[in-house]
C-alpha cells in the first residue's frame, strides 16, 4: 500500500465525527493483477471447459466459451445501465448455457470452475483488513463490492483469504440490485448501517464508484490507489488486449 495514502487513512480513522465505516473488496481488501478482464474471462473459459469435460459433458471449446462470455456480460450490463436489474452470476451464466446450447446440468460446473478461479487469483490485503478489524470494535463496519457474483460466493472468497473479516457484513451489488457505478447502493449502504451519509467514511480504489459517486451521497471517501508502476502496466496490457481484440485474434487458437 502507498505510504502516504495510509498515513492519510489513519488520520481519518481517528476522526471522531466517522462513526461507520464502508470498505471495497476488489482491489481494496482482495488484491488482482494487471491481467485484464477479457484475458481473465479467458482463463475462466479454459477451466469450464476442464470442467465440463471432467464431468463427461459435451463442452463447445474453450474458445467458444470465452466468446460467448464476453458478449453475454456485455448484454447484461447494456441491459443493467439502461435501468434493467443488476447483472448477477446466475443469470450471467444461464445466458453463456443458453448461447453455448448446454443443458441446465451445466451450470454448476459451470459456476464452481470459475468460484475456483477467482478464489485463486486474488492476494488478501492483510494489513488493512486487520485495521479494520481494530476500528470495528467500536464502530461499524460494511464491506461494499460492485460484483456479480452472489453475496455468499463472494463472502466465502472474502473468508478464505481473510477470516478476520467473516463476521463484517457484506453488500454486494447482485444481490442488493444497486451498484456503487450508478451510486443508488451508497443510499442502501447507509440505510443498512443507520448513520448520516457524512458521518460514514467509504475506501476504495476507483476514483469514479468509489470516489465521486460515493461523494454525490454524501460521504467522506478516502481512495487507495493501486501503485503508479501497477497501474501504467495494467493500462498497458488491456490496450493490448482490446487490440488483439478489435483485430480479430483474441478468441482464436
Not at 492519510?8 to 461507520?20: G, K, S, V, Y
Not at 475456483?116 to 492476494?123: D, K, N
Request: charge should be positive; charged fraction near 25%.
Amino acid at each position: 500500500m502507498i505510504p502516504a495514502a495510509w498515513r492519510r487513512l489513519e488520520a481519518l480513522l481517528d476522526d471522531p465525527t466517522i462513526q461507520a465505516l464502508s470498505v471495497d473488496v476488489y482491489d481494496t481488501l482482495l488484491m488482482r493483477g494487471t491481467r485484464p478482464e477479457i484475458l481473465r474471462f479467458g482463463d475462466i473459459a479454459a477451466a469450464q471447459d476442464r470442467a465440463l469435460r471432467s464431468r463427461g459433458m459435451t463442452s463447445p471449446g474453450q474458445a467458444a466459451l470465452w466468446r460467448q462470455r464476453v458478449e453475454a456480460r456485455a448484454q447484461l450490463y447494456a441491459a443493467a445501465n439502461a435501468g434493467g436489474p443488476e447483472v448477477c452470476h446466475t443469470a450471467l451464466l444461464a445466458e453463456l448455457a443458453r448461447r453455448c446450447h448446454l443443458p441446465a446440468a451445466a451450470l454448476s460446473p459451470l459456476r464452481q470452475a470459475e468460484l475456483a478461479y477467482e478464489r485463486g487469483v486474488v492476494r488478501p490485503n492483510h494489513a488493512l483488513a486487520d485495521r479494520i478489524v481494530r476500528w470495528a470494535k467500536d464502530r461499524p463496519v460494511t464491506l461494499l463490492s460492485d460484483m456479480y457474483l452472489e453475496q455468499a460466493d463472494l463472502a466465502a472468497i472474502l473468508a478464505h483469504h481473510l477470516p478476520q473479516l467473516a463476521a463484517v457484513p457484506l453488500v454486494v451489488s447482485s444481490t442488493a440490485g444497486a451498484s456503487k457505478r450508478r451510486g443508488d447502493l451508497f443510499g442502501h449502504l447507509t440505510a443498512h448501517l443507520g448513520v448520516a451519509p457524512s458521518a460514514v467514511l467509504h475506501v476504495g480504489d476507483d476514483v469514479f464508484s468509489d470516489g465521486e459517486q460515493a461523494r454525490r451521497a454524501g460521504l467522506r471517501v478516502m481512495i487507495l490507489p493501486r501503485r503508479w508502476s501497477w497501474r501504467m502496466l495494467a493500462r498497458w496490457r488491456k490496450a493490448a488486449a482490446l487490440r488483439r481484440l478489435q483485430k480479430g485474434l483474441l478468441f482464436n487458437f
